[in-house]
């Protein structure tokens, strides 16, 4: 082959539609992939996750062999690796003398502005192509936020229904109404359990895989034993065939629901997949759509799915690319209190987070609601340090990426954006927690005392949160009923409830250097 195009191909972009594989001609390119050390451990990866990206790699670069591509493939114990993207692209220009690199757009900032490097370090044109993948384009989100006051994902939301045409009636919303969340709020029922998922025994790929992971990344968080992921496209196939037909017709009503030990509940469990290239979302929101027309699945849940995706998924990778490289520093709310350690070890009285991090532990996975409303909401209550609380989701999930994890725990979960992704922080006591799962029934904290040793913790930590924001939120009109609340406690009791928080939060030992950063 003559000077090839050379096609470097990211760990999470993992599609046969790609737009800088659709626009190449395999007899003339190489495409070049690379497992490098960098990005498994810039922050120290949750080994499923680094597990599930190599071999959804290695799966992936057997496909486009198979499909006619020449496929360069760097493992991670190549004698030669460099362990960076910078390096193992000189390399490869050496090997293949390229007369130009062509690669879609990374999904993350700090890869881009890798990328801008490359042109001159190589001395070769890089051609970066927009990622189609996503439905809205950078140019078609600007528009959108453009002079608008507020971005509110419900309006975006809309707007995305429209583009694709998905549960339309014409000019309207099928069923009359855009968004049928009312209806999927149902706390657990005595005994909810979700069915089994589909299991997906390691073949000898993924064998290999868990081997190197176990073996170079040992200090890292996670455990590797329930390893389940699915990590070619025909195993994502499978999950997502097993969703759409088991878990959606329910999915709605137990969408904010939280069982001890019921990881998965009826979720689709498909965002790492997804994320990583392996199923194509518009398809996905089609064929949850197909479900409902043949009466296999009610509206409230298929309108719900689908909003998550075309709506959510988009408006949020939206707002990243608005609002960085700022957001990654944001503290609108001047949050400094460091990550307790019990993050990573679980080991905390309190119920609902112990379960939380140990599926995270154990899955590189927990539920949304598990990670707003038990996690994330902690971390705003106790005013974490917002650098500190991303670090920690970017490490643990099987799905983080910055581009979707920042979004979701600076904006939606600390409101360290200052409101520019939601209106209003997600803060919630106990509660809350109460009514939507079974986790206080076996707490050693009792969720309705107030004040004290005993009481939940959440219940003083709301109204500290609430008191010592005042400058920043009380003015917001969605707080206006908490506030008015707080203002007719009398000062003895608001005071018991800010000496409670203030016992609570000295308790807290923050996390022991090394978890997330290698030198932290
Ligand atoms: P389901 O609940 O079944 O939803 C279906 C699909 O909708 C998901 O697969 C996902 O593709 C999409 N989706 C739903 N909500 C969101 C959202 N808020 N943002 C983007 N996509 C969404 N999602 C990630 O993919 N990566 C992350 O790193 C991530 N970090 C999060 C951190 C916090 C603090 C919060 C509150 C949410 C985060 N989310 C993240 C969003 C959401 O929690 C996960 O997408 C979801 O839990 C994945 O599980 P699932 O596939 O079972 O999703
Ligand atoms: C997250 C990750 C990990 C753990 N490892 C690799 C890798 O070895 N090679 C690779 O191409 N990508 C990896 N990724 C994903 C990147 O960190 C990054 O998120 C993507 O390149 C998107 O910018
Ligand atoms: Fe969590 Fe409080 Fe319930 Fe315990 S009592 S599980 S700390 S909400």
Redesign the pocket.
């Known amino acids: 082959m003559t000077q090839p195009v050379l096609i470097p191909v ?3 972009q993992l599609s046969h539609r790609l737009a800088s594989l659709v626009g190449s001609d395999p007899a003339g390119s190489v495409v070049l ?4 050390r960098r ?2 451990a810039h922050v120290k ?1 949750h080994k499923s ?2 597990a599930l ?2 071999s959804a ?1 290695r799966h992936f670069a057997a496909e486009l062999r198979e499909a006619g591509w020449t496929v360069d493939y760097v493992a991670l114990d190549h004698p030669d690796n460099t362990g960076s993207f910078a390096g193992e692209l000189a390399r490869a220009v050496d090997r293949h003398k390229p007369h130009a690199l062509r690669l879609t757009e ?3 900032w700090r ?1 881009r502005e890798d990328v801008a490097a490359w042109s001159a370090a190589l001395g070769l044109p890089v051609e970066v192509l927009e990622d189609d993948r996503f439905l809205c384009t950078h140019g078609e989100f600007a528009h959108w936020a453009e002079n608008r006051r507020e971005w509110r994902m419900e309006y975006f939301y809309r707007e995305m229904r429209r583009k694709t045409g998905l549960l339309m009636d014409g000019d309207h919303p099928e069923g009359g109404r855009w968004n049928f969340d009312a209806e999927n709020r149902s706390g657990p029922s005595p005994g909810l359990r979700g069915p089994a998922l589909p299991r997906f025994a390691p073949d000898a790929t993924t064998t290999a895989v868990l081997a190197l992971v176990e073996r170079e990344f040992a200090d890292h968080f996670g455990a590797l034993g329930a390893f389940n992921w699915p990590a070619s496209a025909s195993e994502a196939e499978a999950a997502a065939e097993a969703f759409l037909s088991e878990r959606l017709p329910i999915f709605g009503q137990w969408q904010d629901a939280m069982v001890a030990g019921e990881d998965f509940m009826f979720h689709a469990v498909l965002s790492p997949a997804i994320n990583l290239g392996l199923l194509d979302p518009l398809d996905l929101c089609r064929r949850a759509e197909a479900e409902y027309r043949k009466g296999n699945a009610p509206l409230a849940a298929v309108e719900g799915f689908i909003r998550q995706i075309i709506g959510w998924r988009e408006y949020i990778r939206g707002v990243y690319w608005q609002t960085m490289p700022g957001l990654a520093t944001a503290n609108a709310l001047d949050a400094r209190r460091p990550l307790p350690d019990f993050y990573w070890t679980g080991a905390t009285d309190m119920a609902c987070i112990a379960d939380c991090v140990r599926t995270t532990r154990d899955n590189a996975y927990a539920h949304h609601i598990q990670r707003l409303m038990v996690l994330g909401n902690f971390a705003l209550l106790a005013g974490l340090d917002p650098g500190q609380v991303a670090d920690w989701f970017l490490v643990v999930y099987a799905d983080a ?2 581009w979707v994890e920042l979004p979701n725990v600076a904006g939606m979960a600390l409101f360290a954006d200052g409101g520019r992704l939601a209106s209003k922080p997600y803060a919630a006591s106990g509660a809350y927690i109460n009514r939507m799962s079974n986790y206080c029934a076996s707490c050693r904290y009792d969720v309705k005392k107030k004040t004290g040793p005993d009481a939940c913790p959440f219940n003083a930590l709301y109204w500290h949160f609430l008191d010592r924001n005042a400058p920043t939120l009380a003015a917001n009109r969605r707080l206006a009923n908490p506030y008015a609340t707080w203002r007719r406690i009398d000062a003895g009791k608001r005071g018991a409830y800010i000496a409670s928080a203030d016992a609570f939060l000295d308790t807290l030992d923050p996390a022991r250097p090394g978890w997330a950063r290698g030198g932290d």
């Open positions: 990211l760990g999470d992939m690379m497992e490098v990005e498994a990866h996750k680094i990206i190599f790699m990374p999904s993350e890869v990426f910055d």
